[in-house]
Nanobody, 120 residues
Framework: QLQLVESGGGLVQPGGSLRLSCAAS????????IGWFRQAPGREREGVSC????????NYANFVKGRFTISRDNAKNTVYLQMNSLKPEDTAVYYC?????????????WGQGTQVTVSS
């Protein structure tokens, strides 16, 4: 069974950057699209970005376009989310999840989440 582990969260000032990692253990990520999601206190979980299994298709939510970049290194079994120009409203727990594709299929595997806090 695929197991996902996020890392890279932390406290950063507005305008700062963080890079989140989503690493897979016990299986390969090669055949999965990977999505990043986030959930802030009192809010619904929302999709942030997704990358196809080949890495050729990348999608972003409007509220992160131009600031976040998703990438993957299948040799390292890891997907990254580079987050620049962070805003206080980006504060949330960020999760990665795996699915056969970015849209229209269930995300069956989820990580435990990593906290991102943007504050001065």
């Amino acid at each position: 069974q695929l197991q996902l582990v996020e890392s890279g969260g932390g406290l950063v000032q507005p305008g700062g950057s963080l890079r989140l990692s989503c690493a897979a253990s016990s299986s390969t990520l090669d055949y999965y699209a990977i999505g990043w999601f986030r959930q802030a206190p009192g809010r619904e979980r929302e999709g942030v970005s997704c990358i196809s299994s080949s890495g050729t298709v990348r999608n972003y939510a409007n509220f992160v376009k131009g600031r976040f970049t998703i990438s993957r290194d299948n040799a390292k079994n890891t997907v990254y989310l580079q987050m620049n120009s962070l805003k206080p409203e980006d504060t949330a727990v960020y999760y990665c999840a795996a699915a056969p594709g970015c849209f229209g299929v269930p995300y069956d595997y989820w990580g435990q989440g990593t906290q991102v806090t943007v504050s001065s």
